[in-house]
């Protein structure tokens, strides 16, 4: 059991390449409060956040599915190291103008939309990439590893950039996010390409696949289209919480950036315990099986709607994050288990496309929905649209599981 938990990390380069991306990860993440917590001081208003937030997803609508085509036609690592240097440059050029105080709305956006291209490009080309550094057993392990890698980020993250919010200014979170994407670029170029596992299997079928292959794979593959189209509906609406917990903090709550910043360590200490459960075993994957898991985040979800103070909303926010991570792994294991290794990329593109393109609509809605109601109805809207998608699926496989094959 112990070795089946780690399996992945006896390869060299996914141990190197695994702790690049978690430093960078918590970057990310100081980045990511501080830019939510800055928009709320200049413009008081959700809408407002709601827009950051969608050109922060809004190029993966365009560049995910282009990210996608690239990781299979061009070497994997030179993409990652571009776009992370790509990161260092916009992320250091935010914390001056932050610094230097001529900071606005239109720069912010401006900013968000930049890294979302960066990000967008990069996402696809990661992905696809841990096949390369594990080879294809222990791929489902790598990715567990991912998910936790990612909420290590939000735990540490959060914590950093409340604590420097409140003693130094927004300025320093900036620029802590361009120091890690620049140690993510020199774990990169530790990577030994030598030592890569499935490098001739996976290039001899990377030149042969087209998207056009890809996209006629997913119309004739329902059980992988519709899981990737339903785990991206369950996130319309905020399942990572990452706006509704700003304004719930702000304008329920009263607290301070540092009081947020625990909030979101609370939810990804959850979604770590989730990942890390999830990589301790092999799982088999259907669409019930996703189905359920939405089904148990959306009524965690609809909990957290009616938390009636700080530490009851901090637990749900633990329970959302712990089923969450779930329904993200399904997502991604759903391509690892049916995709063929040579479209891997421009699935993970498509996946991703779909993923930011519900994000970055549903912010919009969040922030529009909490300005004419309040941030308790968004998130109880977004708990009641994932439950109906929980269940039907749920039924849609118990009645008719031949529909999808």
Known sequence: MRFMLFSSFKHRNYLV????????????????????WLVLDITGSAKSLGIVVAAQFLPGIFFGIYGGVLADKFDQRRILILSNFAGV????????????????FE?????????????AIEGPARQSYYVRLVGDVDLPNALSWNQVNLYLGRLVGPLVAGFLI?????????????????????????????????????RSKLNQESLHSAVSYLRSTKKVSTAILIVSLAALLGMDMQITSVLMV?????????????LSAIFAAGAILGSVMFAKKKIEMDLTFIGKRILYVSLVWLLAAFAPNYLIYAITLFLVGYFSVGVAISG????????????????????????????????????????????????????LIALLIALSTIWTMKKRPQWIS
Not at 108 to 116: E, K, N, P, R, T
């Open 332 to 383: 991604n294991m759903s391509i690892r288990q049916f995709v063929d290794p040579g479209l891997y990329g421009k699935v993970w593109g498509i996946y991703i496309s779909l993923w930011l393109t519900a994000l970055a609509i549903g912010a919009p809605i969040i922030g529009f929905i909490s300005e004419l109601a309040s941030v308790r109805v968004a998130i109880a809207v977004g708990g």
């Open 17 to 36: 390449f695994s702790v690049g991306v978690a430093i960078s990860n918590i970057g990310t993440w100081t980045h990511r409060l501080a830019q939510d």
């Open 107 to 119: 720069i912010l956006v401006a900013a968000a939309l930049a890294l979302g291209i960066a990000s």
């Open 166 to 202: 409140q003693y130094y200014g927004m300025a320093p979170a900036f620029f802590l996010n361009s120091a890690t994407y620049l140690i993510a670029v020199y774990t990169l170029f530790a990577i030994r390409p030598n030592l890569y596992i499935l490098e001739q299997a996976v």
């Open 89 to 104: 440059a916009l992320t250091l050029l935010l914390g001056l103008a932050v610094l230097l105080d001529f900071v606005t």
């Open 250 to 262: 702000r304008s329920e709550f009263n607290g301070n950036a540092a009081t947020l910043g625990i």
